[in-house]
């Protein structure tokens, strides 16, 4: 990573995570982890509550559709760190077909991305079959992918091999985006 | 859960990010991380927090260089980010919601 800050800044617990993690798995912390246990009052903490709410929280997507939706998302921002994982993470969610829902809200995501949405893109999505709360729980699952896409290149962050990708999607699907509380503090 | 309460409980935590990352302690000056939000920011962070904001995947390590060399710190560089970040999420998703609004 770009910042040293982000790379060794951390509290005990957090370093005591970081080396229990490279003891058990046998690789280090991915770098969205590292930077969340990183000062986490003013971002990581906040963050994550997000993250889990919007893509892990009740919704009328499925988890599968959500990760998908992110990578896409990620993909229009030009973030290939984020492109790999949650395409994993789709994958082993389940992701396989978008159903027209989805595909409505993809376009409607491609075009607010690249630019601008007008009340006619909105009545595209709604005439898909998609309420209104749909598309407002897509729209922040869009929201924190430009979040995390621009700290991705920004602050360089970067996988250390495919199995590195595999493990940290891993862990994903198993915790949901929970850290232990201790390395949040 | 019901379609109209729903949508509410992001909307909280979303809140609760930007107040930590805008408002909350820091070492950089409030006007300065709300500028940065905006994507606007003055002087030496004007093109950085720009690239950061509109083509994030340009971003180099020559560009955290020469905020370096400006004589900005890591922990500076950290929050102008995350602000920034956080801004133009925002923006984004304030962009969809108008339209959801006028529709």
């Known amino acids: ?185 | 859960m019901t379609a109209h309460t729903r949508p509410m409980e992001p909307t909280g935590r979303l809140a609760a990010l930007r107040a930590a990352a805008l408002d909350g302690p820091g070492v950089t000056d409030l006007d300065l991380r709300r500028a940065a939000a905006a994507g606007a920011a003055p002087g030496e962070w004007a093109d950085y927090v720009r690239s950061v904001r509109e083509t994030s995947y340009r971003v180099s390590e020559e560009d955290i260089t020469a905020l370096k060399a400006e004589g900005i710190d890591e922990e500076e560089i950290f929050e102008i980010t995350v602000a920034t970040a956080v801004g133009a999420a925002f923006d984004r998703l304030q962009a969809g919601l108008r339209a959801l609004a006028e529709s």
């Open chain 1, 1 to 185: 990573m770009r910042l040293d800050v982000l790379e060794h800044g951390h509290g005990r617990f957090a370093r005591w995570f970081q080396r229990i993690v490279v003891a058990l798995m046998g690789h280090e912390v991915d770098d969205v982890v590292k930077t969340s246990m990183h000062r986490p009052e003013f971002f990581g903490r906040h963050f994550l509550a997000y993250v889990r709410e919007v893509l892990r929280g009740p919704s009328f997507w499925t988890v599968a559709e959500r990760e998908h939706l992110g990578a896409v998302s990620s993909e229009l921002n030009e973030c290939p760190f984020c492109v790999r994982v949650h395409t994993e993470t789709a994958r082993l969610a389940g992701h396989r077909d978008v159903r027209p829902e989805l595909a409505a809200v993809l376009t409607f995501v491609t075009l607010l991305n690249r630019g601008e949405v007008t009340p006619a893109d909105v009545a595209a999505v709604r005439a898909a079959g998609v309420p209104e709360a749909a598309l407002v729980e897509a729209l922040h699952v869009n929201a924190v992918f430009n979040i995390v896409n621009r700290l991705g290149n920004a602050f360089g962050w970067s996988w250390d091999s495919d199995e590195h990708v595999r493990a940290a999607a891993r862990v994903i699907q198993r915790t949901r985006y929970r850290l232990p509380g201790l390395v949040l503090r």
